[in-house]
């Protein structure tokens, strides 16, 4: 995972707050490490395999790479543009928002207790 580090360089401090998270597995399940960066309105960089399609939508809060090449050219990317950079990163906080919160399930169970009760 890349972190928000500072790094002393006048291109890269402008970004820090928009650095990117890589996960490259090669099996996962639902990774609690993907949405907590997407949470924290960080665009993640991953790997199709698992639960992590369900939490990166290609290009919208995110990048799915299939091989170290692909992904190190989707961080190139986002590095490269930083406004898009962000713009994920907010995608990825409204994507966990509607989809992962307990906020969300407890939602769906109310809903589901009144069409319980009115049927």
Sequence with gaps: MISKYKINSPNTIKLKKYINTLLKSIREGFSLVVSEALWKGVPV???????????????FN???????????????????????????????INHV???????????????LFIELKNT
């Design 97 to 111: 928002k509607r989809n992962f919160l307990i906020t969300r399930h407890l939602k769906d169970y109310l809903k």
């Design 45 to 59: 960089v991953g790997s199709p395999v698992g639960g992590i399609p369900l939490q990166i939508i290609d290009g």
């Design 62 to 92: 995110g990048f799915l790479g299939n091989n170290v090449k692909e992904a190190a050219e989707k961080i190139i990317y986002l590095l490269k543009h930083p406004e898009e950079a962000k713009r994920m990163g907010l995608n990825g």
